[in-house]
């Protein structure tokens, strides 16, 4: 990876390439009076330090540029200042310093920050948040080992991505990767997708085909919403993973397989194991490691960089250039609870980028709805914060939570509508 240095002082500069260069990093040094667009342009970093008179409109600018074009901006001030250190961080700076400079510091900082950009670039995860680093942090922890992963968390908040960069990042990288979504299978072929059929098995059954646990021999076998799984099924879940072999449907013959399971739920799983609607031995079996994937209410700080991503993504997409966000306009979607998470925030993105003129994205460009809600709903649907506002706060909490669930369960109704059909289409 490549850090474009623009430093002023000499003497950390040399000393910052030097510590870079020795960590294996590329670095290109850039004296400051030199044309940085140019520059950037010709080096295409992953990283960029910037310093000189970083107060300036024109460096603030670029800067920018540089965010929406997906490179990270360390900044290095010539005060210390809050006023300065607030105004470089409000242009999009991850990390500003002050002079003089500590240039170990300053190492370390970018480290940090190259790593996660890799995992993100590996991933395909965004986020500076702590729950981000922490979520990345376990994906790492966990890639290297063959264990059975649970990840929790909303619809929408990435958890086939999570899945994906598990697989991705172990020793499995060179095998199938297959994703079923066992929600939306209705009962009656869901052992036959997981485990297969011979031939005849039952009507309709022409041929022998192969279940999902048999193509991911090798691999990694991804089970979505596995909290909808019937009961009988999870007797033979359980004994696959405990036995490491699956029977086909309608055979006798046991199959050995090497695959690893990464499940994962929108649900409590927990509370319906409490209830007996799931079976607790499968929950511990599925549960070895866990990754819990926060909303995006929960992580607000990483809605700005979501924003930017996304507007970039989809301008280059649709041949449609923009000049970044307006800060009224990021507020406003910063405030949003996203009931549906990343995944609505990113088609929300591209509705705007296709349909807005090629300019600034304004508030005007924001669905009336999501505009309404952002002035006059509270937004704060995580745990309820006790304080002056008493039983009409906690009520108001309980309101907009209620709110929030019911949307995304209907949303995730008319998806599985969707697939049910689709499948019955596909078996005649």
């Not at 994962?264 to 819990?292: C, P």
């Not at 507020?331 to 996203?338: F, N, R």
Request: glycine fraction near 8%; aromatic fraction near 4%.
């Amino acid at each position: 990876m490549k850090v474009l240095i623009t430093l002023a002082d000499l003497e950390p500069a040399a000393r910052l390439n030097g510590l870079l260069e020795r960590a294996g990093f590329q670095t290109a040094l850039i004296p400051p009076v030199d044309d940085l667009p140019t520059a950037i342009a010709r080096e295409k970093p992953d990283l960029s330090v910037m310093t000189g008179a970083l107060v300036d409109l024109t460096n603030i600018r670029i800067a920018r540029q540089q965010l929406w074009d997906g490179c990270p901006v360390v900044g290095l001030a010539d005060l210390d200042e809050p006023a300065v250190h607030e105004r470089l961080r409000a242009a999009g700076f991850l990390d500003v310093f002050s002079k003089p400079v500590d240039v170990d510091e300053v190492f370390d900082a970018i480290k940090r920050i190259l790593e996660r950009r890799r995992l993100q670039q590996a991933t395909g995860l965004i986020g500076e948040s702590p729950a981000m680093r922490e979520v990345m942090v376990k994906i790492e922890q966990m890639a290297p080992v063959s264990s059975t992963v649970l990840i929790e968390g909303e619809s929408g908040t990435g958890k086939e991505l999570v899945a994906r960069a598990i697989h991705q990042l172990s020793g499995r990288r060179a095998g199938p990767f297959i994703a079923v979504n066992v929600g939306a299978l209705p009962e009656t072929l869901l052992e036959s997708e997981l485990f297969g059929h011979e031939k005849g098995a039952f009507t309709g059954a022409a041929e022998r085909r192969l279940g999902r646990f048999e193509l991911a021999d090798g691999g990694t076998l991804f089970l979505d919403e596995i909290g909808e799984i019937p009961q009988s099924t999870q007797v033979k879940l359980l004994r696959v993973l405990e036995e490491r072999e699956v029977t086909r449907v309608g055979s006798s013959a046991a199959i050995d397989i090497d695959v690893r399971v990464v499940a994962a739920t929108n649900r409590a799983l927990r509370e319906h194991v409490i209830e007996g609607q799931f079976r607790a031995d499968l929950y511990y079996r599925l549960n070895v490691l866990n990754i819990y994937l926060p909303p995006l209410r929960e992580r607000r700080e990483d809605i700005p960089i979501l924003v930017r991503r996304f507007v970039s993504e989809f301008s280059r997409r649709h041949e449609k250039p923009f000049h970044g966000i307006s800060a009224d306009a990021m507020q406003v979607l910063s405030d949003y609870p996203w009931p549906g998470n990343v995944r609505e925030l990113r088609n929300l993105i591209e509705s705007m980028v296709v349909l807005a003129p090629p300019r600034e994205l304004r508030v005007e460009d924001l669905p009336r709805e999501l505009r309404e809600g952002g002035r006059l709903l509270p937004v704060h649907v995580g745990p309820v914060v006790r304080g002056s506002s008493g039983v009409a706060g906690h009520e108001l909490e309980f309101i907009l939570r209620s709110l929030v669930e019911l949307k995304m369960q209907v949303e995730e109704l008319r998806h599985r509508v969707e697939d049910d059909r689709s499948l019955r289409d596909v078996s005649g």
